[in-house]
DNA sequence: ATTTATAGAACGAACGCTCGCTTGACAAGT
DNA sequence: ACTTGTCAAGCGAGCGTTCGTTCTATAAAT
């Protein structure tokens, strides 16, 4: 099974702490990262079930058992903590994505199925970070906005990229919609915006990243390798 | 082309004056329609820009040229503002989606085939209401979130149904995976969602339409259909 | 004359954020 | 061994502001 490194909530709470050294306040790392993750790991909870502008710096500190003045330790305005959690996730992805395992990258189509696995599975494991991220991208300021933008196309990149070779190397159907790479997106996103109904109707990541495999390629093979790979 | 009825701004504003005409304090339905409407838009357009949280009834007031007093004249606090705009659009689906023409019923393919249509092309005339749905939902109470979680669940009830009789009747393929119906539904949404996105690439509805078909329906038909499908 | 509609000042609550004070761990001085 | 000094860390009442909501006075329509 895929593996993927990096992106637990220690790992990112530790980034995080280098990435605003200069606006976290507090020295001793120990301390530091273990309150931070408490922190973090507060603000999403709220910020996923109500909202991040509905969510108050009182809740914060209630939920997270830091005082309000304790709380600034760690950012300097509240925008500051949606920036500093939207990059982490961010920087998670072109992590993970931008480095595929050398066996797949020369294989546009295995390239293309280690992507959906990677972004999925990936996903799962950092699920409230994703959910923030999409829910609370779009409402903020031109400046914070138009990179959440630039990185949804980035991603969207990578597919094109792949999509593209595989055109290249005539391994795709003739003719398959030129909006396939646009439309693998919104799939890959329902797992983690959707979380809670999979969860319900006890669909596995295995189960969902099999089904968006099987209807992206389906979509885009040539018809005479399908019957192939239904049998499997 | 598939013509849709009752849902223009218009037609939307005139239910909501019956619906909650108890709350309503505006009497002559001239008047009250005409600054209904105008209150309306600049709640989508403000909601859509910052978030319904984000936009404070000042600036509703100040982009609507409508005092403070004169808004409560429409709605007697900001969460029934919220509450009549959701409740216009799960009324919009359930009335279109609901009404196929007699002609695609009998036949689940070509009924699979309107759903897709009926849903984008319904989406693409209602589009701030439904980036206003989709974005808001979420954040709100209990008893809001989950009758927004009904109203998705309906919708996908209704590509469930279709996909049993297709089943049932022999016309898909056999093993085509079960989440096929749940993963329409992202697909659709991904068209107002990401509006902005597809109108500066120059994707028109039609083109959209298209390419949900092609990919749900190279997803479920029997392999031997497909090259006739390619073809056209 | 009476009803209906509108404006905008006013209100209490809650917001993000600040700041002076307390705490506690540890090292220096005796 | 004990006291003292130091400073990072933490606290929460309070600041000015803005929020949703209400109210009263006025204007318009009938």
């Known amino acids: 099974m895929l593996e993927l490194k990096g992106h637990t909530s220690d790992d990112l709470c530790r980034s995080m702490l280098e990435r605003h050294a200069d606006v976290i306040s507090v020295q001793k790392p120990v301390v530091a990262l273990k309150k931070l993750k408490i922190i973090i790991s507060a603000a999403l909870k709220l910020s996923n079930s109500k909202g991040f502008q509905a969510m108050s ?6 939920e997270s058992g830091v005082s309000m003045g304790g709380l600034y330790a760690y950012f300097d305005s509240k925008t500051t903590l949606l920036n500093m959690i ?31 696995e990677a972004h999925i599975r990936l996903t799962e494991e950092m699920q409230p970070w994703f959910s923030f991220a999409f829910m609370e991208a779009k409402n903020f300021p031109a400046k914070e906005r138009s990179w959440a933008v630039d990185s949804e196309e980035l991603t969207e990149a990578l597919f094109a990229d792949v999509t593209a ?7 795709f159907r003739p003719g ?10 919104p799939l890959l996103q329902d797992w983690y915006v959707k ?38």
């Open 195 to 232: 979380r809670a109904k999979y969860r319900r109707r006890k669909v596995s990541v295995e189960d969902y990243i099999a089904a968006v495999q099987e209807m992206v390629l389906t979509t885009c093979l040539p018809v005479d390798q399908l019957a192939a790979l239904a049998a499997r």
């Open 176 to 185: 398959v919609t030129p909006l396939l790479p646009t439309m693998i997106k």
């Open 165 to 171: 070779r595989a055109i290249a190397d005539g391994r």
């Open 57 to 62: 710096l009182r809740d914060l500190s209630k």
């Open 86 to 116: 939207l990059t982490e996730v961010t920087g998670a992805v072109d992590r993970v994505l931008g480095n595929p395992p050398p066996e797949v990258v020369s294989d546009p189509i295995e390239h293309l199925k280690w992507l959906i």
